[in-house]
C-alpha cells in the first residue's frame, strides 16, 4: 500500500469513480506526474488534477519472477506506460487480464483500478479496441546541449591524489559487526599510505546514516568512536553523485585546504541483514511505502532488477539486442573473478549457463545480478604536496564527472539507458583533454548487466545500441581486449561493494598492484558509481 502524502493524496483518492486524474497546468496544459509544485514545462505554480482518458501505451516492462512481498506472488507484470495525452508522462503499474508473454513495447492499454478502501491503485489491461496494433513510443533525446562547460580554468581534481586504499574480509553472510568491518579496512587503507590514525583530519562517508539496514555501518559516529578519531572536517550524505560522491567531497575539502588526509569509507552487510530477517532476528515490520516506493512499490517493484529491466526492453525494442549481450558481460566478470583470490563466485560460466539460470525479472537472470556480500572498502585522499612522502605510486584524479542531465526519476525521464549515466559522462569529457582512446582499463558499475551497457554508451566508447557490435561477443571487453571491462569481476561475481569496490580496484590496476588480473601498461582507468540515482563517473591516472 502507498503512503499518500501532502502532495499526493488526492490522485490516490481520486479513482473511486473509475477514472484516472493526472496533475495539469492551467497555464500550458502539460501534465506532471507524481505531482509537484510546479509544472515541469513552464515552470507555472497553477497545477490541478484533472481527469485524463485512461489510455496509454507500454513503453517498457519486465516479468518479475521473485517473490518480493508475501501477499504478491510471481509472476507478475510491471510496466511503465505512457499517457494518450502526453507520452511525457508515465506510470509504472501493472498490466493485467492478460498472460504475461502477451506484453509487449508498444501495446496499447487502458485503466481500472484496484480498490483499497480510500485507496484507489491504478491497473493497465489491454486495450479491447486496439488489439493488434502496435503504438509509437517515444525516443530518448541527446541531452549534450545541456552539458555545462568548466565554471573556471582551475581544476580542484588536480590538488589531491589518492594514496592509500584498503579492504576487509568480503563474503557472504559473515555475519561480523558491520563496524568491525569497516575499521578493518580503514585501518589497511591509513597503513597503505603510510599514514597514522593522527594524521586523519577528515572523514568521507556514504550513505551514512540510513534507515535501510544492511547499506551502512552507522556513519561518522559510530567510526570516530571506534577508532578514537578528531577530524577537522567530516562528511556522510547519500544524495551526492553516486557512491563515489563522498570521495569527490574529500577531494573538494583538501583543495580548499581544510584538510590534508581524507579518510573515506564504504561499508554493506546486506547478506548477513537478509539471513536474520529469514531467521527472525531481525524485525522487519511492514510498512506503507513512502519516499520514491510510493509510486513503486503497490505494484511489486521492490528492486532495481525491475525498474532497471524496464529500460533494457525499451532498449531491446528500439535496437534490436537481446540478452545475449547481456550474457557476454555476465560471462567476462566470471572470467575475470577466477583470476581475483578475492572474488565471492570464481567458477567459470558459459553463455548457455547464463541462459539455464532462473529469471528474476525479464530480460535479467541470476547472472545479471550483482551478488549482494558483507564488506567494507576504504581509500585516502590526501593533498597533493603531500606525494612526495607516501610509500605507494600516487594515483591521480583527472576528472570528475558529476551534472545532472535527466529528470531524477525510474520512470519519467529517460527508457533507454539507466537514468543519471549520460550527465556524469558527458559531463567528464568537459574537465580533461584525455579521450575515449586514452583509456586503458574501465570499472563500470555493474548492478544489473545492463547497468554496464547503458556506461558503456553513454561514455562514447560506443554510440547508443552500438554496445554489441562493440564488445565483439565479449573479446573487446575481455583482460587483454581493446577495453578490459571489471578486470577483478566487478559487482557481478566479485561482490556488491556498491561502487567502493571499483574505486580500489582501479587504483590497484593504475599501481601495477593487481596481481594475476593486471592489465599491461595501464596508465589511465575510468570508475563509474551509481546510475538511477544521481550517478559519477572520474577519470584515474598513475601520472
Known amino acids: 500500500m502507498p503512503q499518500p ?26 501534465y506532471t506526474h507524481p505531482p509537484l509544485p510546479r509544472c515541469r514545462s513552464c515552470g507555472g505554480p497553477k497545477l490541478d488534477l484533472e481527469p485524463v482518458s485512461g489510455r496509454a501505451v507500454v513503453v517498457g516492462f519486465t516479468v518479475n519472477h521473485q517473490q518480493w512481498l508475501a501477499d504478491f506472488p510471481p509472476p507478475y507484470v510491471i510496466a511503465i506506460v505512457a499517457l494518450a495525452e502526453d507520452d511525457g508522462v508515465r506510470l509504472t503499474t501493472n498490466i493485467v487480464n492478460c498472460a504475461p508473454d ?32 502496435v503504438g509509437e513510443v517515444p525516443k530518448d533525446g ?26 576487509s574480509r568480503i563474503g557472504r553472510r559473515l555475519m561480523v559487526d558491520p563496524l568491525a568491518l569497516t575499521v578493518d579496512a580503514c585501518q589497511e587503507a591509513i597503513a597503505d599510505a603510510g599514514l597514522t590514525l593522527a594524521d586523519i583530519d577528515g572523514l568521507s562517508t556514504y550513505p551514512g546514516r540510513v534507515p535501510s539496514p544492511g547499506m551502512s555501518e552507522g556513519g561518522i559516529g559510530p567510526l570516530v568512536e571506534a577508532l578514537q578519531l578528531r577530524p577537522t572536517w567530516f562528511n556522510a550524505a547519500a544524495d551526492t553523485p553516486g557512491q563515489a560522491g563522498a570521495v569527490i567531497a574529500a577531494m573538494l575539502a583538501v583543495a580548499s585546504g581544510l584538510c590534508r588526509h581524507v579518510l573515506c569509507y564504504r561499508t554493506v552487510w546486506e547478506s ?43 532498449y531491446f525494442h528500439r535496437y534490436g539486442a537481446d540478452r545475449t549481450m547481456l550474457g557476454w558481460l555476465a560471462v567476462n566478470s566470471r572470467a575475470n573473478a577466477a583470476r581475483n583470490p578475492e572474488a565471492v563466485y ?128 565479449g573479446r573487446a571487453i575481455a583482460l587483454g581486449g ?23 580496484e582501479a587504483v590497484l590496476q593504475l599501481r601495477g598492484q593487481a596481481a594475476g588480473r593486471q592489465v599491461a601498461g595501464a596508465e589511465t582507468a575510468v570508475v563509474t558509481t551509481g546510475g538511477g540515482a544521481p550517478g559519477s563517473a572520474l577519470l584515474l591516472s598513475r601520472h
Open 102 to 133: 502477451e506484453v509487449h513495447v508498444g501495446q496499447f492499454v487502458r485503466v481500472l483500478f484496484d480498490h483499497l478502501g480510500d485507496i484507489h491503485v491504478p491497473l493497465f489491461e489491454p486495450d479491447p479496441d486496439r488489439v493488434g496494433e
Open 272 to 314: 548477513s541483514h537478509a539471513t536474520m530477517v529469514r531467521d527472525g532476528r531481525w524485525d522487519a515490520p511492514a510498512a506503507r511505502a513512502s519516499g520514491q516506493l510510493e509510486f513503486l512499490a503497490p505494484y511489486g517493484a521492490m528492486s532495481a532488477a525491475g525498474w532497471i529491466g524496464m529500460y533494457a526492453s525499451k
Open 482 to 504: 581493446a577495453l578490459p571491462v571489471n578486470p577483478h569481476g566487478g559487482q557481478l561475481s566479485a561482490g556488491r561493494l556498491h561502487g567502493f569496490g571499483f574505486l580500489r
Open 346 to 473: 570464481r567458477d567459470p560460466i558459459t553463455l548457455d549457463d547464463y541462459f539455464a539460470a532462473r529469471m528474476v525479472s525479464t530480460p535479467f537472470g541470476l547472472y545479471d545480478c550483482d551478488v549482494p556480500v558483507d564488506g567494507a572498502v576504504a581509500l585516502v585522499v590526501s593533498a597533493i604536496e603531500t606525494a612526495g612522502d607516501r610509500p605507494q605510486p600516487p594515483v591521480r584524479v583527472e576528472a570528475v564527472g558529476t551534472q545532472i542531465l535527466e529528470r531524477l526519476s525510474w520512470d519519467q525521464g529517460t527508457l533507454e539507458h539507466e537514468p543519471q549515466t549520460a550527465g556524469p559522462a558527458q559531463h567528464l569529457w568537459t574537465r580533461t583533454d584525455l579521450r575515449q582512446h586514452d583509456v586503458d582499463v574501465a570499472l563500470l558499475y555493474d548492478g544489473f548487466t545492463f547497468n554496464a551497457v547503458s556506461w558503456l554508451e553513454a561514455l562514447g566508447f560506443c554510440e547508443p545500441g552500438g554496445a554489441a557490435d562493440f564488445m565483439d561477443e
Open 5 to 30: 502524502t501532502l502532495a499526493s493524496d488526492q490522485f490516490w483518492s481520486s479513482g473511486g469513480d473509475g477514472i484516472l486524474r493526472v496533475t495539469r497546468c492551467q497555464e500550458c496544459g502539460a
Open 142 to 167: 541527446d541531452v549534450a546541449a545541456g552539458v555545462r562547460p568548466p565554471a573556471s580554468s582551475a581544476r580542484f581534481e588536480h590538488r589531491s591524489f589518492l594514496s592509500g586504499v584498503g579492504q
